[in-house]
Nanobody, 124 residues
Framework: QLQLVESGGGLVRPGGSLRLSCAAS????????LGWFRQAPGKEREGVSF????????MYGDSVTGRFTISRDSAKNTIYLQMESLRLEDTAIYYC?????????????????WGQGTQVTVSS
C-alpha cells in the first residue's frame, strides 16, 4: 500500500527554520515526482515545491523561492523541505504528494497520492 507520512512541523518564530520530512512506503521515491503543498485556513491548497521523477529539476512557488529547498534521499526513501526565514504567512498545513507525471509542476490536480499533513505555525 502506497503511503506518505509527513513529520517535522511545529511552532516557530518569524525568521526561524524548520525541516519537514516525508517518508514514503509501498513505493520508491525515485519512481515518482514528489511535491510539497500547503493549505492555510480558508485558502486553497497551494503548490510550494516539487522535484521531478529523475531528480534533475526542482521548482518553487513565488512566495517561497530563495527560502525553501526541496531534496530527496533515495536511501531513506524520504523527501525533505528545508524552510528558512519563515514568515507569519507560511503558517499552514503542509502536505507531501506523489505524481506519476515526470514533470507535474505545482498543480495539486496531477498528484495522485497524498500524506495526511503536518502543521506549521509561525508566530511570535
Amino acid at each position: 500500500q502506497l503511503q506518505l507520512v509527513e513529520s517535522g512541523g511545529g511552532l516557530v518564530r518569524p525568521g526561524g527554520s524548520l525541516r519537514l520530512s516525508c517518508a514514503a512506503s509501498g513505493f520508491t521515491v525515485d519512481d515518482y515526482a514528489l511535491g510539497w503543498f500547503r493549505q492555510a485556513p480558508g485558502k486553497e491548497r497551494e503548490g510550494v515545491s516539487f522535484i521531478s521523477r529523475d531528480g534533475g529539476k526542482t521548482m518553487y512557488g513565488d512566495s517561497v523561492t530563495g527560502r525553501f529547498t526541496i531534496s530527496r534521499d533515495s536511501a531513506k526513501n524520504t523527501i525533505y523541505l528545508q524552510m528558512e526565514s519563515l514568515r507569519l504567512e507560511d503558517t499552514a498545513i503542509y502536505y507531501c504528494a506523489a505524481s506519476n507525471w515526470a514533470l507535474p509542476g505545482l498543480s495539486p490536480r496531477v498528484y495522485e497520492f497524498w500524506g495526511q499533513g503536518t502543521q506549521v505555525t509561525v508566530s511570535s
